[in-house]
C-alpha cells in the first residue's frame, strides 16, 4: 500500500513539473505584417524611409519583444490614399492582395494587418473622394476589413488611430480646422467598428494606437516636420523622431493583440 501511495506521489509530482514547464514556455510568434496607410505610413517625407519609416521601426522593436521569434512585413502606405483608394475594387488595393500573398507563405505564421487611415479623407478638398463624412468613413473601413477578412479568414488587423495634424494644412490638399474637426470625428467611428466585429467576428479586428494623436498635439515642434504652406508653417508629417514614437505605439498596440 505504501507503494502504490508512492508511486502515486511520484505521479502527479511528474505532472505537475511538466505542466509548470509547458506553463513557463514563451508563445513563439512568427510575424507576417502589411501596413497599410498613406504618407506617414509610407515614409515618403523621409530621407530613408527603409530605415525610418514606421513600419519599418515598427517591425525592429516588434522582434526583440518577449515571444516573437519573428517579423517580416510589407509597407503598403501610399502618398495621398484615402479609405476610397483601398476600397475592395481599387488598385490599391489589389497592390495589398498581391504583396500580402508573396509576403504570407508560410501558414504557421500570423498574418497581420496594420492600417492607419483618415488623414486624407479629412481634407476639404484635393485627396480621392475627400472629403469623407464620419458615416462613409465607417462604411469604407468596414468594407476594406470585410474583405481582407475574406481573403485572409485567420488574419488579425489593428485599427490605429490617425495622428493630429496643425490646424493650419494646407499644402497641395486642403485640410484646416475643418479637416481636422472631421479627422477627430472619424475616432468614435473606428472604436464602434472595433466593438461591432467583437460580436460579429471575435478575436479578429482590434483597436490599435489611440495615443499618436495627443502625442503630436503636443510635441509637433519637435517632432513634426516644419512644412510651408499656403497658410504659413504647417505641422503633418513626423519627423524621424516622430516616427520612431509612432512607430513604438503601433508597436506596442500589435504585441498586446498578439498576447
Known sequence: MNHVKLLGILFLCLVFKFQNSNAAKPRILELD??????????????????????????????????????????????????TVDYLPSSRSFAEVIQASKLLHTNPEHRLIFSIKLGTNDSAITGPN?????????????????????????????????????SPNTYNGAKYLAEGLARLESYVPELKSLVKSYAE?????????????????????????????????????????????????????????MCK
Open 33 to 82: 505584417i502589411v501596413y497599410i496607410g498613406n504618407s506617414i505610413t509610407e515614409g515618403r517625407i523621409m530621407k530613408a524611409p527603409e530605415k525610418t519609416s514606421p513600419p519599418t521601426i515598427a517591425s525592429e522593436y516588434l522582434r526583440k519583444m518577449n515571444g516573437i521569434h519573428s517579423v517580416s512585413f510589407s509597407n503598403q502606405g501610399r502618398s495621398g490614399c484615402t
Open 129 to 165: 473622394g475627400s472629403p469623407v463624412s464620419k458615416e462613409n468613413y465607417y462604411k469604407n473601413m468596414k468594407a476594406i476589413v470585410d474583405e481582407l477578412l475574406q481573403q485572409f479568414p485567420d488574419a488579425k488587423i489593428v485599427l490605429h488611430q490617425p495622428i493630429w495634424y
Open 200 to 256: 460579429t467576428n471575435k478575436k479578429h479586428v482590434f483597436m490599435g494606437d489611440d495615443l499618436g494623436f495627443e502625442y503630436f498635439r503636443k510635441n509637433y515642434l519637435t517632432d513634426c516636420v516644419a512644412e510651408k504652406g499656403q497658410q504659413g508653417t504647417f505641422y503633418l508629417h513626423p519627423n524621424e523622431k516622430g516616427s520612431a514614437v509612432l512607430a513604438e505605439f503601433w508597436a506596442k498596440a500589435i504585441y498586446k
